[in-house]
């Protein structure tokens, strides 16, 4: 009897399983490989265009951002010298008796012996590749440009010298306030004392301040002017100068006040060369019809590199009227250049691909006021990170063809092994993803599984260690968020301020961890006067936007509030505020209401400039009388020119009661939408205006909390109360 071969069960099933996976395995590898190689090459020519539009928009926004801070450092630069001239004024009207502080002339400075203790050489003050200058951060340098003595025949010093002495303290502060912006501060007078800090001596021979152009400027308009780009006398550096006209009391023109900021600080410092390398070069230009070519053409104001420039030192009728022979902007093509001219006319930020000496650039522009930001990024540097995009993806997709085949082959042995060896091998690589998964269950986010399994294992083990980093970033998000929290809750007022005729308590509550409702506290100085400011504002929306514009609103508020200008009134600083605002704010379509009142404590009076705000509640209890505040004006950030207005009205009578708040407390809602209104608020306070301010403000809110019955509040919610004692 002949007995068979008999194949036992293990290798049936290996044979079968062989048999039925060489056919669809080689199919499916055919087909991947066709659809990798095209999906590739779609996904990688479109992330080079896609990235290409991204350093693009990049370019015009850097440029855009560029632009607007050259415009709101002029602003700034243009206040301060204002404040510096009517300071110098008054310090000259009034001068005092003897002078404040000791006086440095030049002949001290150069002598070490005589010069101010804090006097040291420093290299940004000294001109390029020379001896270093000493100069005085705390103590400047003051000098009559006909070399009179400093001191009278009686050993004195007249009243010019003593005023000017008085101001040595605002220029200090001005320098400290704007350390990396602001290079030197100075004053001149129509008699040639000349007052700087900070204090060298490193003055040229003959040098009078009245003949430079900023002060001839100043003089002839009558009014703050910016001088575009001229040579320092004493470094050589190219500086931008503000400068401001002096007054006497009947209004005649008696000196000059003025700041220098470096060429360099103003175009944005090393940020340009940082982002796109030392090739990329910046521009200032202007507008100016060429005299050889008769068309119109663009002038370079200041340059990134700095361009070569002709000495100033010549004949002033031979310059342009800041001083410098500003040259024409080089390197275009004409027909590039006149196409610049048409798209700046248009006053909108853009890019454009030009020949500069021959090679492939992208020109980025944007426009402010007169002058405009042009920025040249040669095509190597702009196309690099596409062309790495592009020959990345291409890598990855045929490194994923190669894979994909490779994985193929093993899913066929692995499916084979399988069979033959057992499906616990199989499962072994999930035990260890699960172990992983719980770990970060547990909390371990430094989990992470080394392991490769060339199938769709590798998509699950690629998600789990993705999910560690994003599960600590969220964390860490919600830290900064509570960080920023608390942050915002420092910038509003700790406890509020004790005054002797008025009880006052405020608080706000945010819906999200931060907000966009704002109320302060801020000492005033006014018409010789100390009162109290109290501020109520809402920006629109809530959350860190609106949290970041309160910051800014209330950085505004707080400084203009703060400068001692008697001739400044409440409602023309809340107009100065909107101006700067709307610089901040232009284009997003956010805003800022706003209630100021500034309460006299020494007359029972208050004055209150409203900014489409919801008017102030002002109740009598004695007569049971209730109004509101009203008064014209439109949110801040909409209107740069909008002319707010003052109003005012006495508090006489013990009791009255003030309250301002924000809109979401009457517009709160319950959970059956029922809104909580103004009825509710007012008949709230009437019921509760035999407590004091606090009581007040206490009883409102628990109103609205027993309102709402726990429904979230949809939006931040400010209240301040004000008593009269």
Partial sequence: MCVGYIMSFRWKIFFIVLAFSLVPVGVVSLVNHSITESAGELISTGAANAMEDVVRNDLIQMVSNLATGINKQKQTLLFTVGVLADETQRALTEPPARVLEPIYSTQEFGNPGAAPDDATEDPVYSPPQQETTAVSRQHPVMFYADKRPMKQADGSYPADVRGLSATASLMRRILKTFPHTVFRVYITLENGLHCSLPGHAAYPEGYDPRERPWYRRAVTTGTLVWTLPLQDVATNRMIVTASAPIRDVSGRIIGVAALDVLDTVAMGGREITDRWGSSARAFLVYPMQNPVTGAMDLQVAASQPPMKRDSVFQDDASQEDNGVLHPWLPGLKPDDKARLLDRLDDDRPGAMEVLYDSDENLLAYASSDSISFLLLVPQSVYMSLPNEVHEAVTDVTRLNILVSGAAMALILIAVLLLVYFGARRYTVHFLQIADAARRLGEGDFSVRLNMHLKDERDLIVGALNEMGPKLQDHMHLRHTLAVAEEVQRNLLPGTPPRLEHFDIQGASLYCDETGGDYYDFVPVTHDGLSTMAVIVGDVSGHGVPSALLMATARALLRCLCAVPCQDMSMAQRVGLANRLLCDDVAGTGRFMTLFLLELDDANNTMRWVRGGHDPALLYHPASETLEYLYGDGVVLGVISDFQYTEHEARLDEPGDLLV????????????????????????????????????????????????????????????VVIKRR
């Fill in 660 to 719: 301002l708040g924000t809109d979401g407390i009457w517009e709160a809602r319950n959970a059956n939408g029922d809104m909580y209104g103004k009825d509710r608020f007012e008949a709230t306070v009437r019921a509760n205006a035999h407590l004091d301010a606090n009581g007040i403000f206490d009883a409102v809110i628990t109103d609205l909390e027993t309102f709402a019955a726990g429904t979230p509040f949809e939006d931040d919610v400010t209240l």
